[in-house]
């Protein structure tokens, strides 16, 4: 596509945390065009459906003018990536266990599409030891807004506020899937 570097970062972005948001901004740094992909795998059990979780990724992105929001399901993300044009799939490494299940699946991808290049990225300290997981088990608990509001963007904590209220105020979150 006229020599633009595109770049696609996928993600269930069930619920978008900083630390998304900053891969996000990093991501659209580093290449012409970033994809924000969100991958749909029909046995998974989500928070937020897709069309709440592309609302809440344009709302994060607004003003970014090399991004656009996609979804993608039953294919493998390398697949996606040159269906779409993308040389580039961008990951982000936590922590070691982030770092060994990655490494594998570059492998994999690697197998199946050696024009697609992965690159990673390491978010700073304060942002990597939260998941989507970690904020959906927060919400419910006394204060849960005051502590949650550090770990995502203000329109998440909207979406996360009415989807509380929706359930019926009973408890936490917990028990909807991983990221």
Same mark, same amino acid.
């Given at each position: 596509m006229n020599g633009q570097s595109i770049g696609v970062y996928a993600g269930s972005f069930d619920p978008p945390t900083n630390g998304h948001v900053w891969m996000i901004k990093e991501g659209a740094r580093?290449?012409?065009k970033l994809i924000i992909a969100i991958?749909? +795998?029909p046995e998974k059990a989500y928070s937020f459906t897709i069309e709440q979780r592309?609302?809440?990724l344009k709302g994060i992105t607004k003003g970014m003018d090399n991004i656009s929001i996609r979804y993608f399901e039953n294919m493998f993300l390398v697949d996606y990536a040159k269906k779409i044009g993308a040389k580039f799939i961008l990951r982000g490494i936590r922590?070691?266990?982030?770092?060994?299940y990655e490494k594998s699946i570059r492998s994999v991808n690697e197998n199946i599409g050696?024009?697609?290049?992965?690159v990673f990225l390491m978010p700073p300290? +304060?942002?990597s030891s939260v998941s989507s997981s970690l904020v959906k088990g927060l919400v419910g608990t006394s204060g849960w807004e005051r502590v949650v509001k550090k770990y995502v963007p203000a329109i998440v904590v909207g979406?996360?506020?009415t989807k509380y209220e929706a359930i019926g105020k009973k408890g936490a979150m917990i028990?909807?899937?991983n990221d």
């Open positions: 580093l290449f012409d991958g749909v +795998n592309v609302e809440m922590d070691s266990k982030d770092y060994e050696k024009s697609i290049m992965t300290n +304060n942002l979406y996360l506020k028990g909807m899937d």
